[in-house]
């Protein structure tokens, strides 16, 4: 029988109120507040922890993904770069989404979908595979990256000095942890699909225990709200800052990508080294950036730039040519120090070019330092595909001669370290 009028206004009515409901307890949900109540800046570095120690869990398992999906290293070099395509796609986009949402309905959602979105990849069966599952994960990263580091900015001005620094070197820290919890869960013989589903819950745990109490910093005030364009043309000066941040930003990529497959392909090492060359990387990164500061303001930006492009230099030669397993791990510990501050040190300097707009100007670097970032490294397995996995760190020496070549383009000031 055909409803009456009056049953289909109550069915209306029903339908409206359901869904009413169902969006009050959502809200409900996201406005309630639970876990530590820490202060701003230790919820900022809490906050890039807990995203990077997702990050961290997969990059010490892709020797077993790559054995369980038979392929080279060239075709896994492709999968890798479905989050190279998703972050771009992600960072162009998502900020005015981002902002309808809100910052902590996105924060609390995004960082446990990464985990999940991380262990769905884990099953691909093949390259394409892996980059159509890998392309999500890296949509969701270029959400969490707008917002952490909006909310470092926002929460640096509000309190009265810069933590940027640190909180990068939290990041660096999480990715250490998740490293060496990785190379231990390899050496057991779990499988990666296993180990990256049991992430998600100790994530989520995660979260909440250190994000429940997360309020959006209020946005800085006296400046200007003219947005950057989506694409911001780069200018000879930016173009140096590039040349200086390029090889730090490759070789970076390169061990997060290569340094576990690299230990097993040319020592045959134990498992847990492999994953450990990984994370050993990151916790050498993670320390100079946490004490990088005091020196950048007594020695100036240039100097420092160019000892760490110099010990960065040192250690790809030491992977490079490396007899033993240990003189390898040296090395990777070297590519930690030397790629750690390259890049900040470079967005300050960008910041404060008087050619353009400041937002303008560092637009422009981020993009094409990030591109560079996120699709160097994965294509390095065509490298490594054709002449050897060593080749794909070989190739940064010539980078990293033409980053001391163009150091000077940070600055030989010291940087001021308050902010005003």
């Not at 819950?201 to 400046?223: K, N, S």
Request: hydrophobic share 55%.
């Amino acid at each position: 029988m055909p409803l009456t009028e009056d049953q289909i206004y109550k069915r209306k009515f029903y339908e409206d109120y359901r869904k009413s409901r169902n969006a009050q307890l959502l809200s409900d949900f996201f406005s309630m507040k639970f876990g530590l109540d820490l202060p701003p800046q230790q919820r900022v570095y809490a906050g890039f922890f807990v995203y990077s120690f997702c990050m961290g869990s997969l990059p010490p398992r892709l020797p077993d993904l790559q054995r369980m999906m038979q392929t080279k290293e060239g075709l896994l070099g492709f999968g890798l770069i479905g989050v190279a395509a998703g972050t771009l796609v992600s960072l162009g986009l998502s900020g005015p989404i981002l902002e309808r949402i809100g910052y902590r309905r996105s924060i609390l959602t995004l960082i446990p979908l990464l985990a999940l979105l991380y262990a769905i990849a884990s099953f691909a069966g093949g390259p394409l595979a892996f980059f159509l599952l890998l392309f999500p994960v890296g949509i969701v990263i270029g959400g969490i990256e707008i917002i952490l580091n909006l909310e470092a900015d926002r929460t640096e001005h509000m309190i009265g000095h810069r933590i940027m620094n640190r909180a990068h070197a939290f990041w660096s820290f999480g990715f250490f942890s998740a490293g060496i919890i990785s190379a231990l869960v390899a050496q057991s013989g779990l499988s990666p699909q296993i180990h990256l589903l049991l992430m998600v819950p100790l994530v989520i745990v995660g979260v909440a225990l250190i994000l429940g109490r997360f309020d959006p910093a209020p946005h800085r005030t006296g400046t200007s709200d003219e947005k950057p364009p989506q694409v911001a043309v780069p200018t000879m000066a930016i173009m140096a800052l590039v040349a200086v941040t390029l090889s730090a930003m490759i070789m970076e990529g390169a061990g997060i990508d290569w340094a576990a497959i690299y230990m097993r392909d040319v020592f045959a090492v134990l498992p847990f080294l492999s994953g450990f060359a990984v994370a050993l990387g990151a916790g050498a990164q993670a320390v100079t950036r946490f004490f990088a500061d005091p020196f950048v303001e007594r020695y100036s930006p240039t100097a420092v730039s160019r000892v760490l492009l110099g010990v960065l230099g040192v250690g790809v030669l030491l992977v490079f040519f490396a007899p033993s397993d240990w003189l390898a791990l040296v090395g990777f510990a070297l590519m930690g120090v030397g790629t750690s501050v390259i890049f900040p040190l470079a967005m300050s300097a960008a910041a404060q070019l008087t050619d353009r707009p400041a937002p303008t100007n560092v637009a422009s670097l981020a993009q094409i330092s990030f591109v560079a970032f996120l699709l160097g490294p994965p294509l390095l397995g065509y490298v490594a595909e054709h002449f050897g996995i060593r080749w794909s760190f070989g190739v940064g020496l010539p980078l990293v001669i033409l980053s001391i070549v163009c150091a000077r383009a940070v600055g030989t000031k010291p940087l001021k370290h308050e902010v005003e």
